[in-house]
Each structure stands twice: as structure tokens, then as C-alpha cells.
């Protein structure tokens, strides 16, 4: 029973930069998996990134060099840094993680990221 908390998202022009936030209701120390994800209108959602312990991380070829996945334990809050932004990023990102064990996935609600001139 995870409650994932996102926050951070609004509308940038094209090369801006975002950070958006997402806070879980519990320790992040007790999550080993948690990801980044997106929609875009009319499209599928998609893995944009994954952060594995704050050691291991994977990105979307898409995102590579542009955003960055971390964490940090004092706020207990995982971030998605996103620079260089384009038209294209433009999606609603959504934050999740899922139980090892059970299988089942949890959600945030989601936050909207628009990039336009």
C-alpha cells in the first residue's frame, strides 16, 4: 500500500528545465525499484527512466543526456531532472514503483509537463 506524490510539472519553452518531484509515503530506503513514466496525448505510456538504489539507472533513448533520475534520502524524495526540454517531452509523468514480491504496481497521479513557445 504506496502512495506516490508528484509534483514539479507546468509549462516551459523549448530548452527549459524542469524538476519534478515525486515523495512516497514510505521510506525510500525500503523501495528498490522506482521509475519515471509518460503519455503523451494519443500515445502509449512509456518508460522514460529507472533508478535501482540510487546506483543503478536507466533511461529512454529518447531522454539520454537530458534527464537524470536520483534520489535523496534526507527529503526522502526521488527526482526527475529534465533540461534541454522539447516539444515531444510534452506528456503528463507519472511516477511508480513495483513490489518485487507481489507484482503490483503503484502509482502516482500523475503530473503535466507541457513544453511550447
Known amino acids: 500500500q504506496v502512495q506516490l506524490v508528484e509534483s514539479g510539472g507546468g509549462l516551459v519553452q523549448p530548452g527549459g528545465s524542469l524538476r519534478l518531484s515525486c515523495v512516497p509515503s514510505i521510506s525510500i530506503f525500503n523501495i528498490y525499484t522506482i521509475n519515471w513514466y509518460r503519455q503523451a496525448p494519443g500515445k502509449q505510456r512509456e518508460l522514460v527512466a529507472a533508478d535501482t538504489r540510487g546506483g543503478t539507472t536507466n533511461y529512454a533513448d529518447s531522454v539520454k543526456g537530458r534527464f537524470t533520475i536520483s534520489r535523496d534520502n534526507a527529503k526522502n524524495t526521488v527526482y526527475l531532472q529534465m533540461n534541454g526540454l522539447k516539444p515531444e517531452d510534452t506528456a503528463v509523468y507519472y511516477c511508480?514503483?513495483?513490489?518485487?514480491?507481489?507484482?503490483?504496481?503503484?502509482w502516482g497521479q500523475g503530473t503535466r509537463v507541457t513544453v511550447s513557445s
Open positions: 511508480n514503483t513495483r513490489n518485487p514480491i507481489s507484482l503490483r504496481d503503484y
